[in-house]
Antibody, heavy 121, light 111 residues
Framework: EVQLVESGGGLIQPGRSLRLSCAAS????????MHWVRQPPGKGLEWVSG????????DYADSVKGRFTLSRDNAKNSLYLHMNSLRAEDTALYYC??????????????WGQGTQVTVSS | QSALTQPASVSGSPGQSITISCTGT?????????VSWYQQHPGKAPKLMIY???KRPSGVSNRFSGSKSGNTASLTISGLQAEDEADYYC???????????FGGGTKVTVL
């Protein structure tokens, strides 16, 4: 059974940094691209970032480019999102999602339950 | 990145068919067969319902089908059931920004 478990969220002040983690199990992690998708309270989904199976290609939404850094550790079956210079508009439930292919041109077929990030002073 | 355009709400009676539209541009929906649809019940994670415009993942009911014409993709739910009441989001790859873009979401109500 595919499982994605996010952690690392919390209440953080504007301008500070936070690192989210996603622990994956139930599939061959290094065969697939991985993504982060976020959902602000009461709003829709927004793709944040994606990384190919071998970390060869990373893409970011314009809203986070230059502030967020995505990485993965295939030996630990883990995905990470380093978030710097956090803003109030980054407040959201952050989902880890498995891609359907090794590159970034696939859908998101499994999702974790999300980790809440709240940016507020 | 501009969001894809979906109707805010769609409703139907049990057993009826409904269609949700998702309008993009020639840089996203119109250029790639990389449109997917997600179902989200309140307080739950999204679930993939349709990928690559028309394909259904294993385990998804065949009452769900997808299509595309030009810059507009559609999700049709036939034989509407109470458990279909949820929010639905479309998603497409967008070449203009080399990223993925979602629609604003459509709330489906079963009357």
């Amino acid at each position: 059974e595919v499982q994605l478990v996010e952690s690392g969220g919390g209440l953080i002040q504007p301008g500070r940094s936070l690192r989210l983690s996603c622990a994956a199990s139930g599939f061959t992690f290094d065969d697939y691209a991985m993504h982060w998708v976020r959902q602000p309270p009461g709003k829709g989904l927004e793709w944040v970032s994606g990384i190919t199976w071998n970390s060869g290609t990373l893409d970011y939404a314009d809203s986070v480019k230059g502030r967020f850094t995505l990485s993965r550790d295939n030996a630990k079956n883990s995905l990470y999102l380093h978030m710097n210079s956090l803003r109030a508009e980054d407040t959201a439930l952050y989902y880890c999602a498995k891609g359907t292919s090794s590159n970034l041109y696939g859908s998101f077929d499994y999702w974790g339950q999300g980790t809440q990030v709240t940016v507020s002073s | 990145q501009s969001a894809l355009t979906q109707p805010a709400s769609v409703s139907g009676s049990p057993g009826q068919s409904i269609t949700i539209s998702c309008t993009g541009t020639s840089s996203d929906v119109g250029s790639y067969n990389l449109v997917s649809w997600y179902q989200q019940h309140p307080g739950k994670a999204p679930k993939l319902m349709i990928y690559e415009v028309t394909k259904r993942p294993s385990g998804v009911s065949n009452r769900f089908s997808g299509s595309k014409s030009g810059n507009t993709a559609s999700l049709t739910i036939s034989g509407l059931q109470a458990e279909d009441e949820a929010d639905y989001y479309c998603c497409s790859y967008a070449s203009s920004s080399a990223s993925w873009v979602f629609g604003g979401g459509t709330k489906v109500t079963v009357l």
